[in-house]
Nanobody
């Protein structure tokens, strides 16, 4: 069982930055691939970024490549998402997710555990 708690969301102006963090419980954190997803009102949950379990290899949605950076710290059981050059289109609830496999996937139904989400709002 893994519990995930996100933090770091908030209101920011377009062009600004935010850093999201996800704290995970459990001693097997390093065995989970981790992902960040987001869901805007009236839209489906979409993949943003993922990181593999042990090597920490990142993967990104095309919409955030070059702007967002995912990283993990297995010693602290945390995964972070640094978001730069934010636009109003990035406004959504952001969720952290864990997958009991080595590599991240882009489909939400392939993840086993989810956090409660944190709101990110980007004003124009």
């Amino acid at each position: 069982q893994v519990q995930l708690v996100e933090s770091g969301g908030g209101l920011v102006q377009a062009g600004g930055s935010l850093r999201l963090s996800c704290a995970a419980s459990g001693r097997t954190f390093r065995s989970y691939a981790m992902g960040w997803f987001r869901q805007a009102p009236g839209k489906e949950r979409e993949f943003v970024a993922g990181v593999s379990a042990s090597l920490g290899l990142p993967a990104y949605a095309d919409s955030v490549k070059g702007r967002f950076t995912i990283s993990r710290d297995n010693a602290k059981n945390t995964v972070s998402l640094q978001m730069n050059s934010l636009t109003p289109g990035d406004t959504a609830v952001y969720f952290c997710a864990a997958r009991w496999q080595a590599t991240p996937r882009t489909r939400a139904n392939e993840y086993d555990y989810w956090g409660q989400g944190t709101q990110v709002t980007v004003s124009s």
